[in-house]
């Protein structure tokens, strides 16, 4: 067995004074609540907040997951609702499209327009809780839009919504795919970014090295990768949108992956406050103290939940909780024993939020701030993980910064050499996993889970209400909305097109048709799959 | 040993799946192992996959699936018979629950290849094949 750190850093038997000689406890730590921020935001830690305690919902129609919104609460779901969305509205494409309509619902939630969006809300507050919805870049402004409207709707000031449902421009690099160009998907970033930091909206965008990691790249990667964004995200915003970065420092958030290598998952998040706002004071000349504090959730890794007996997954999942909650974080949301089987089953959730409740209230770990600081070896680690993440994130820079390093491939090639190195330290037996390579039984002798999927006349019937409900709303608005957005998106690169794609959502155009006519104004087909025609005229 | 000295293989993802990592890893593992790749990538189509299947000649296709785009799967076999590539096998890999592996081997695909399963696994069965 290795014994060596993901990023493979050799780890000795015992840690000592020597491994953090120039250790300064100001300098390199400060107390909980002071910067760096290396122990966390707030002095009295977890007992000034407990992190906020998820579960990802979305599978089938938005009916099907409001209801399963609403049974999470019961099962202790507290702070905040998170949701995922389905492959079409990854893309996104609608659910009535020919291969969309395939595969509505499947994985997430089928959010192509307002009325799902209504639907998914339906007797859900929009203020109290964080409300996330998480998914591809490109649908991104067209989630922010909806909040919008709902709030407008509903009369709820549009200032008390808080939560995160905007997305970095570069998911397609890491797994998480869409359907659109990168040159596409930055826009539309910024766009609704700066929607966001001009408006003084409470929401966040996620700017993720979650993806990066569950795809097969390694700590001190996700690390580097994560600060190159951050770095190169703010900037444009500061420089081509001319925001102060003291405004533009409440957007982001990073969702980390916490896997089972517990001391180095707690490391890579206390390297990540100390990366963050060491950046935020020396290169961005943050004013403000909050503006060095990077909001910071957890996943834990769903990469790491076997196949093979499920029921180990619990275990795993026991260790990354109390391991993201050690290392401090805003919330957490669990992957589940059933991962790598299919969409959590109700008991693989009451089993996934049970494990966050049961590490918050039966362990201690929420009364003590950073408990692990000023140990030998997570100091080292920590150290150890921000000082190659600084070489690799120098490496991006050398090679343009990220946007550049994506175009040239760079990126992709480091994701893919790291993600055929985890599967052959697996096969080698260089790194255990019980059940997959060490106390293997025989697949018939395996335990028997619940099964949570969709059934494929599922898809077909959320598609075919969606054509129904298409004919249904009232045309010419809709045509006029998508007339002043595709006149909008032919304007110069910088326009913003977030009001006239609030407009368009209001008057209930979908996400299709507004994604298909601003990448029409682009010059690019209507549809990313090249199936359907623009059913507008206009154009 | 089938046609050819190389033994070819089609790995694609299918319909809206864009989780591409282990298709990657197993077109790595396949071409250590001696065999030529074709790799589609990602939104690919049971159309387009038959039409590569065809212009590449290829003596395997590998499906990597993340959860629940079976229906897609089934298409492709019906489109392979249709086109009189029944000698093609299907195998599949990725997050497929056991009740959708047995539901896929009876509908056509040769051999399913859950999470975790070893480089060599593959490679012998698709040897095994040819």
């Known amino acids: 067995m290795k014994r060596e750190t993901d990023y493979g850093h050799p780890i000795k038997s015992v840690y000592t004074p020597k491994d953090i000689e120039n250790f300064d406890y100001e300098r390199d730590l400060g107390d909980p609540g002071s910067y760096p921020y290396t122990r966390g935001y707030y002095p009295e830690g977890y007992r000034s907040r407990i992190w906020t305690q998820r579960m990802t919902a979305g599978l089938g129609s938005s009916k099907q997951t409001n209801e399963v919104l609403k049974r999470y609460r019961e099962m202790g779901q507290r702070g905040g609702m998170l949701v995922i969305c389905d492959r079409t509205n990854a893309m996104p494409i609608d659910v009535d499209h020919p291969i969309g309509r395939r595969e509505a619902g499947v994985l997430g939630w089928p959010g192509a327009s307002l009325l799902e969006f209504e639907e998914l809300m339906e007797d859900i507050p929009l203020t109290g809780q964080s409300i996330t919805l998480l998914g591809s870049c490109a649908m991104s402004s067209i989630r922010l839009a909806y909040v919008v409207a709902l709030a407008e709707k509903r009369g709820v000031n549009l200032n008390e919504v808080h939560g995160s449902v905007t997305e970095y421009p570069f998911c397609n690099t890491f797994g998480q795919t869409d359907a659109q160009p990168l040159d596409l998907n930055l826009k539309l970033w910024l766009d609704s970014s700066e929607y966001i930091v001009r408006n003084k909206i409470h929401m966040r965008s996620g700017i993720l090295s979650q993806h990066f990691q569950e795809s097969g790249g390694n700590n001190a990667q996700a690390l580097a990768v994560e600060m190159a964004m951050l770095k190169e995200l703010c900037s444009l915003l500061v420089n081509e949108r001319g925001l102060d970065f003291d405004d533009v420092a409440f957007l982001p958030y990073e969702l980390v992956s916490v896997g089972s290598r517990f001391f180095e998952e707690i490391a890579k998040i206390r390297a990540l406050r100390r990366m963050w706002a060491k950046m935020a004071k020396e290169t961005f000349k943050a004013k403000k103290e909050k503006s060095c504090q990077l909001l910071i959730s957890v996943h834990t890794s769903g990469r790491t939940m076997t196949y093979q007996q499920p029921l180990n997954n619990i275990a795993r999942c026991a260790i990354q909780t109390l391991a993201g909650s050690i290392a401090g974080c805003t919330a957490i949301d669990n992957a589940c024993l059933d991962n790598a089987h299919a969409e959590p089953s109700p008991l693989a959730a009451r089993m996934s939020l049970n494990t966050q409740h049961i590490v918050a209230d039966e362990t201690g770990v929420t009364d003590v701030a950073d408990p692990l600081a000023g140990s030998y070896f997570v100091e080292y680690l920590t150290n150890k993980v921000e000082e190659e993440a600084y070489k690799i994130w120098s490496k991006i820079e050398d090679q343009g910064g990220i946007i550049a390093a994506v175009q040239k491939g760079y990126i992709q090639n480091m994701l893919r050499e790291s993600a055929q190195e985890k599967h052959r330290e697996v096969e080698r037996g260089d790194r255990l996993i019980v059940g997959v390579n060490e106390l293997v039984i025989p697949p018939e002798e395996d335990y028997q889970i619940p099964i949570q999927e969709l059934k494929a006349g599922d898809s077909e019937g959320i598609a075919r209400r969606m054509e129904e409900w298409k004919k249904t709303r009232n045309m010419p608005l809709v045509k006029a909305k998508m007339a002043e957005l595709y006149s909008d998106a032919k304007k110069e690169e910088r326009y913003n097109l977030m009001p006239s794609i609030i407009e368009a959502v209001k008057a209930y155009a979908t996400a299709g048709e507004i994604i298909g006519v601003i990448r029409k104004a682009r010059g690019l087909n209507y549809d990313p799959l090249e199936m359907i025609d623009c059913p507008f005229d206009f154009i | ?130």
């Open chain 2, 1 to 130: 040993m089938g046609k050819r000295e190389k033994i070819k293989v089609l790995i694609s993802v299918i319909g809206l799946d864009g989780h591409f990592t282990g298709a990657e890893v197993v077109c790595r593992i396949l071409m250590d192992a001696g065999m030529e790749v074709v790799y589609l990538g990602i939104n690919q189509t049971p159309e387009m996959i038959v039409q590569a299947a065809i212009q590449e000649d290829v003596d395997v296709i590998g499906i990597s699936s993340h959860a629940s785009n079976y229906g897609m799967i089934v298409d492709l076999l019906g489109l392979l018979r249709k086109n009189h590539l029944d000698d093609i096998s299907v195998i599949c890999g990725g997050t497929i629950p056991k009740h959708q592996m047995q539901e896929l081997k009876k509908k056509g695909v040769s051999e399913v290849f859950p999470p975790q399963s070893t480089s060599e696994s593959i490679v012998n069965y698709i040897l095994s094949r040819c």
